[in-house]
């Protein structure tokens, strides 16, 4: 999901765009919700929800005599209030109710509701993060789509579960809640809390009860139904439950099977234990983002369903595991108490990642992802963007890379500052002090500044309610005569105040000095007895920053050799693999990085080796093709075989027919590419082997081949293809082949592969609609239509049809 968010920011290079000047505070109380009771049953025929509420409020403080309740598309029946019946008005998605007299803040009462949901008619739309904002979706509810399950699963944030259900749409409300599910007996049901009971009924239907008695917000509120396998897992004799697709079943726990130890981190991480009932996760079709944190019943994304060959290689949808986790402290046990302030969410959810990337699998790992969510803020374009933002258009704005991945930079920064110790006890004063309730960034600044005893205002000014990052460039200035060197620190546009670490190598090893910046200008003077080997800016690599800092080629063989942090050795790898060609020290350098501990620098090494330079060895080859079938990781694997294939040569085919035997995805693919290239009758035979289901987990190979072998029987395989090739891969050469096989499939007559194309242009288009790819999705296949125009096809009539019904979609 990240890799796809970074290409779509790149390829349109636009994101919501400025700051809008519309204050937007959070919402008055003038009511209070206490307790939400639901009876809802569903109407599979019209995709509708017929339901009955019981909602129990109290007045915030001021007596009032009327309630108004968000019920986005309703057909309302018949309005209650203490079971009697109540006038009311219901116009703009707002149920009126008057009340049966003046309610003081010491009272309570209940509204019952009968109604019909109709969310197809819902007219409010999605965000960048979420895509679309009807609240409750039916997946094939007729059953008529052969290729997918029928299921029925709501999605609440931002203000969505007033299209199911009447309530109080705004995070700063908090309610307990009881659900009566009933639907046909084939089905599961999830839902928040726990299922009390269930009740068969004569006509084949079945009624479930589920029932939260914690309080939370009615964004988090949810209902899921289909036929999934349920995996049982534990976490301190809590249920934690998996549930997936029956295809998926097996790999489950290799999917979620971190989850309990994630619970058991996080508690001990905050000091305060999982404070739910229970942990429910489920898998469903077409959803609408990648993962929702709905409290105790989280719902992700179908993308999260992987094959063994692919959890083999690495499980992509790990992060997003333990993002969503971590948001039942910070989101759900603690929610922001308005949308300008969605960073007290998302910032730690995002950042939960890290730790537990550092926890798990060491800090590289960790520093690698955090290294990569930078970027996306980077590459975002949103530099005038406050992280805190109490001005914008619209709230479903707020979900970007500056909520998000600028807000996680911030908290390592804070982290950097304050210490361990402080930060994170500072994570149990708030949690503590505002469980079960609602909070803003300056309450996390009154946490951190009474555990660390700190004023904080200057750092939460400055990146909380401020925009932009440090931009430094740095320049030497050596005394020979007087034996110090002058590091000057000039900021570029806005002026940060912050602390940096300086390393300093020399003779006798590496000094840190550790400095303060805090003016345009900074320069800072150091005594040496010889001249130092390296100088290293930011060496902790804490700040969110962009450091010009450009290094002689020496000084990056001697970061990458002796700098300890993960970037400290990409970077410099980066940088030496420009130089490899005329350098053997150099290419000795990029050797050496085979042998590094953290798998994306070997990784690197490989993709930019040049094996066909005077300093190439003969050792050096064959310590690819060890690395090709015994290193420990599969990734690295794949790369190592990438690179023999690129040698063609005959003496490594055994390499590459027993990597496509391989479990492991990556390898599986890579290899049968390099077979492909020294000896293609061997490969084309392998490839008619290889099960559907698995080409499908490997379609940069295959289409590969396909292209490559002109094949026009598969291009209804390279269509559902193309597109991802196009704009996901990194490469040029794959970018460019893909583009010869779009050009390919724009002139051909395969009306099969006209219209998976299209539908592919149609899906992406919507689901990334706050980012133009509809925009650029419509002219590209306007282009598409001009080409078949100008065709010699005999049904081109009929392609150019499908190609404009596509158009309209779009732009409908």
């Known amino acids: 999901m990240r890799k796809l968010l970074l290409t779509l920011l790149l390829l349109t290079s636009i994101v919501v765009g400025a700051q809008d000047k519309i204050y937007q505070p959070e919402k008055e109380k003038v009511n209070n919700l206490i307790h939400t009771k639901l009876k809802v049953d569903f109407n599979f025929k019209e995709s509708q929800l017929n339901g009955e509420a019981w909602v129990t409020l109290s007045p915030h403080f ?100 007033s299209c199911w259900f009447p309530t109080i749409d705004t995070p700063n409300q908090k309610t307990t809640q009881e659900i009566y599910m009933t639907v046909p007996d084939k089905f599961v049901t999830l839902s928040n809390g726990l299922l009390i009971n269930q009740t068969k009924h004569s006509n084949g239907s079945r009624t479930d009860y589920w029932k939260m008695d914690e309080k939370h917000a009615p964004y988090l509120v949810f209902m899921g139904v289909g036929e999934f396998s349920v995996v049982k897992d534990s976490w301190n004799d809590l249920a934690v439950d998996y549930y997936v697709e029956p295809e998926f079943e097996d790999v489950a726990k290799d999917i979620f099977g971190n989850t309990p130890e994630m619970m058991t981190f996080f508690s001990e991480l905050t000091g305060i234990p999982f404070p739910w009932d229970k942990y429910s996760q489920m898998v469903v079709r077409d959803y609408v983002s990648g993962a929702m944190e709905n409290t105790t019943a989280v719902v992700h994304g179908e993308d999260a369903q992987q094959k063994k060959g692919q959890l083999v290689d690495h499980n992509e949808w790990e992060g997003t595991v333990a993002h969503e986790l971590f948001h039942h402290w910070f989101g759900d046990l603690v929610t922001t108490e308005s949308w300008a302030n969605l960073t007290v969410n998302e910032s730690f959810a995002t950042y939960s990642v890290y730790l537990w990337y550092a926890h798990k699998y060491g800090k590289d790992a960790a520093d690698a992802h955090m290294s990569e969510d930078i970027e996306v803020y980077l590459q975002s374009q949103s530099e005038n963007k406050d992280l805190v933002r109490f001005y914008y258009e619209d709230k479903e704005h707020m979900f970007d890379p500056v909520s998000y991945h600028k807000g996680s930079a911030i908290l390592h920064m804070l982290r950097n500052y304050l210490g361990d110790g402080a930060f994170f006890e500072a994570f149990n004063y708030y949690l503590t002090k505002h469980k079960y309730g609602t909070a803003e960034a300056h309450d996390l600044r009154l946490a951190f500044e009474e555990v660390s005893g700190k004023d904080l205002n200057w750092f939460f000014n400055q990146w909380y309610f401020g925009s932009g990052h440090i931009r430094l460039n740095v320049t030497y200035d050596y005394n020979t005569i007087n034996n110090t060197v002058t590091v000057n620190l000039n900021q570029q546009g806005k002026v940060f105040s912050f602390p940096l670490s300086i390393d300093i190598y020399g003779e006798n090893g590496v000094k840190r000095e550790e400095v303060w910046l805090d003016k345009k200008q900074n320069s800072f003077t150091f005594p040496f007895v010889k001249k130092p080997k390296l100088i290293n800016i930011d060496a902790k690599h804490i700040l969110l920053a962009e450091i010009d800092d450009k290094k002689s080629l020496e000084g990056y063989i001697y970061q990458f050799n002796n700098a300890p942090h993960y970037l400290d050795r990409k970077i410099a790898l980066e940088a030496i693999v420009k130089e490899q060609q005329t350098s053997k020290e150099a290419f000795n350098t990029v050797l050496k990085a085979f042998d590094d501990p953290f798998y994306k620098i070997r990784v690197l090494a490989l993709e930019q080796i040049d094996l066909f330079q005077k300093y190439t060895k003969k050792d050096a080859i064959a310590k690819i093709e060890r690395i090709a079938q015994y290193d420990k990781n599969t990734l690295v694997q794949a790369e190592a075989i990438n690179v023999l294939g690129k040698l063609i040569d005959p003496i490594y085919k055994p390499v590459f027919v027993r990597g496509i035997e391989s479990e492991s995805f990556s390898v599986k693919g890579k290899s049968l590419v390099s077979l492909y290239q020294i000896d293609k009758a061997t490969a084309l035979v392998a490839l008619e082997d290889i099960d559907e289901v698995v080409k499908e987990q490997i379609p940069d190979a295959i289409t590969t081949i396909y292209i490559n072998e002109k094949d026009k029987t598969k291009l209804p395989f390279i269509a559902n293809h193309v597109l991802k090739g196009m704009f996901l891969s990194q490469n040029p050469r794959t970018q460019q082949l893909y583009a010869g096989a779009f050009k390919w499939i724009s002139e051909c007559d395969n009306e099969e592969a006209i219209t998976n194309i299209t539908a592919d242009f149609v899906k992406l288009g919507k689901q990334y609609k706050k980012y133009n790819f509809d925009k650029m999705a419509v002219n590209m296949l306007n282009q598409m239509v001009a080409t078949q125009q100008n065709s010699t096809n005999a049904n081109k009539k009929d392609l150019t049809v499908i190609l404009k019904t596509g158009i309209a979609e779009l732009i409908e």
Do not use: M
């Open 62 to 161: 001021y007596a009032t005599n009327k309630v108004v309740l968000d019920a986005k598309s309703f057909e309302v029946k018949a309005v209650k209030v203490n079971e009697k019946k109540a006038t009311f008005n219901y116009e703009n998605d707002k149920l009126t109710v008057d009340l049966d007299k003046s309610y003081t803040r010491t009272e309570t009462f209940t509204v019952y509701v009968k109604y019909i949901a109709k969310p197809e008619e819902v007219k409010q739309k999605g965000s960048a993060a979420i895509n679309d904002a009807k609240g409750l979706y039916f997946i094939d509810p007729l059953e008529e789509d052969p290729s997918k399950p029928t299921q029925i699963w709501t999605q609440g944030e931002t203000e969505s579960s």
